[in-house]
């Protein structure tokens, strides 16, 4: 028989709180513990695609920096396919974890431009989570340099007023042979991210 | 009934009733840090319902023991030795194998070894305050630890954490992603929390204490507490008896 109803509640979440470098990132909260920490490389060097990097700051309702958030990225590889159950590349995770610079709130990763998953634009999948973050904070990068298909993204067009699409698209800030594109995520404010239930 | 599963099975719609909204002026953190917009909710995309895959190869064996996973050889970490233990389960009371679970926290005098922890109590040498394991077959998880203490922070004029372990929990779907804290029966700062206190409805606040396991505890060893850990579950899938994952 097919469930229906839940046999039990999710459980509530609680915030990462400040110190969460220690669980997630402990090379950063000032110590060495593990032999690998994991997250650091998000395509590995098998994949194929272009390379590109992202980079951002998370401000708060004050325009202030948000010095301590750590953010996941989940992406499909250049094929639209995601280390799941497809085949990918050799060593290609397609996830990994960043943390803000703690005096300026700046972060930053490399990574391999996504492929486009059926309809939908190319985009990566973010998860944001900080002190004063109750629950973490799903959201999506596009590509300001993928007009036509940012045009017609599903997603993208379920965003009322359109001008709140705007928060979403990374703009590309190098023209060399590594793209570099800048992402800032507003948790308050006139342009404040858009924040999706997934 | 030859009906072929789809490839990623959608999730049960996110509780949020049972979830802490956004703005908890009571943790006034929350104040300038809580999106203001609803948020939009997406149908089923691949995204959200796969997720990033961890393997005994991504961790080592000894991190799930805290006593010892930053001790010098022969020393211990200082404090009351305890077992957490529990299951990670769905909301269909299916268990997550193979599933990542790291957690961090606190030493027993209630510091955290940090650069920006700069409370009084004493780190601990032997202590470094985080660890990492998947789940076997069944869900089940365990860490070896200490103890932590309860410690004061900035919320208030005298605010005091209860004492709790930091849990962050994958599942298979990103959609799934779980960060949460676990906090000990009998504790009086429980009650007092504004962190606790940011989810409205008091059964899952509940459900966030554990609870003393006599059976577990090792006799004249360690005392053993007990952790479940519910993410959302997948709806109306025709493979009843396949674990959640597979």
Redesign the interface.
Known sequence: MEPQTKAMPETASQTAGPYVHIGLAPTAAGFGIYDTEIGKDIAGPMAGGERIRVEGVVRDGNGEPVRDVLIEVWQPNADGKFAHTDKVEQGFRGWGRVISDFDTGEWGFATIRPGAVGQGAPHLCLWVVARGINIGLHTRVYFDDLVEANATDPVLNMIDPPAHRQTLIARRTEQGSQPVYRFDIRLQGDSETVFFDI | MTAKAP??PPL?????S?????L?PG?R?????????R????PD????L?????SPE???VD?WDLLT??AAPGQSAIGPRMIVHGRV?D???RPVPGT?I???QANAGGR??????TYLAAIDPNF???G?TLTDQDGRYQFRTVRPGPYPWPNGPNTWRPAHI?F?VFG?S??Q?????CYFEGDPFIPLCA??G??P?PG??E??TALLDLDATIPHDTVAYRFD?????R????F?NRPEGT
């Open positions: 490839p990623h049960y719609p996110r509780d949020w049972r979830q802490p909204p956004a908890t943790y953190t929350t104040r300038a840090r809580s999106p203001r917009r948020l939009i909710r997406l995309t691949p995204g959200a796969t997720g990033p895959l961890f991504d961790i080592g991190d996973n930053f389960l909301e269909n009371a990542l790291e957690c961090w955290y070894r940090h650069k920006a922890d470094g305050g985080c990492r930091h962050s298979h990103f959609a992603r779980l960060i949460t804290q962190i606790v940011a989810i409805d899952a606040a459900a966030l850990i519910i993410l959302r579950g709806r109306a899938t025709c009843e």
